[in-house]
T-cell receptor, first 116, second 111 residues
Framework: DAGVIQSPRHEVTEMGQEVTLRCKPI?????LFWYRQTMMRGLELLIY????????DSGMPEDRFSAKMPNASFSTLKIQPSEPRDSAVYFC??????????????FGPGTRLTVL | SQQGEEDPQALSIQEGENATMNCSYK?????LQWYRQNSGRGLVHLIL?????REKHSGRLRVTLDTSKKSSSLLITASRAADTASYFC???????????FGTGTSLTVIP
């Protein structure tokens, strides 16, 4: 099993540019999560999907952030326009079950985003 | 905030010693999990304890849960340099699928 795959691993961009982060969950997993990690705020849940449907996006900081999951094997997190305060490590995680907070989440290696 | 808080924020011990980290949370939970994060990597699941359990073991790891005090502890026995990492607790709320991660404890094991 390849685990959760994220791309790119590192992204450096200039303020105002569009950034797209990609995630491939573990095959057979039905829930997908996007997190952001910074020194100041720790690990924050941005949005999660069950069976490709967004369930809770209350953690998305503002309208500049959007996430999609067009199918069970692919999700994107887009920031447009990007700002320096968006600099962080963005993690994608997946879990097998969708019912009840009893399941282990498997994390990808993260994308380190730097917005200049 | 529903986020858990780990204590201490940082811990430095000698190899072979035991390391204890604590987690406190605010709301009723379905379960609590502990994760490890090595520098520059994603989080790795260590152990899950359900709300009706009081203690659980996995290898050198021992987790306790006190729901009356809304707290949990993670004990790593006979620590090794490879245990150097950040450790996070994550609380799973009843009826939900997401976890709320704590602020983490940074553990350094000195060889």
């Amino acid at each position: 099993d390849a685990g959760v795959i994220q791309s790119p691993r590192h992204e450096v961009t200039e303020m105002g540019q569009e950034v797209t982060l990609r995630c491939k969950p573990i095959s057979g997993h039905n829930s997908l999560f996007w997190y952001r990690q910074t020194m100041m705020r720790g690990l924050e849940l941005l949005i999660y999907f069950n069976n490709n449907v967004p369930i809770d996006d209350s953690g998305m900081p503002e309208d500049r952030f959007s996430a999609k999951m067009p199918n069970a094997s692919f999700s994107t997190l887009k920031i447009q326009p990007s700002e320096p305060r968006d600099s962080a490590v963005y993690f994608c995680a997946s879990s097998k079950y969708t019912q009840g907070a009893t399941d282990t989440q498997y994390f990808g290696p993260g994308t380190r985003l730097t917005v200049l | 905030s529903q986020q858990g808080e780990e204590d201490p924020q940082a811990l430095s011990i000698q190899e072979g010693e035991n390391a204890t980290m604590n987690c406190s949370y605010k709301t009723s939970i379905n379960n609590l999990q502990w994760y490890r994060q090595n520098s520059g990597r994603g989080l790795v699941h260590l152990i899950l304890i359900r709300s009706n359990e009081r203690e659980k073991h996995s290898g050198r790891l021992r987790v306790t849960l006190d729901t009356s005090k809304k707290s949990s502890s993670l004990l790593i026995t006979a620590s090794r340099a490879a245990d150097t990492a950040s450790y996070f607790c994550a609380t799973g709320l009843s009826g939900g699928n997401q976890f709320y991660f704590g602020t983490g404890t940074s553990l350094t094991v000195i060889p």
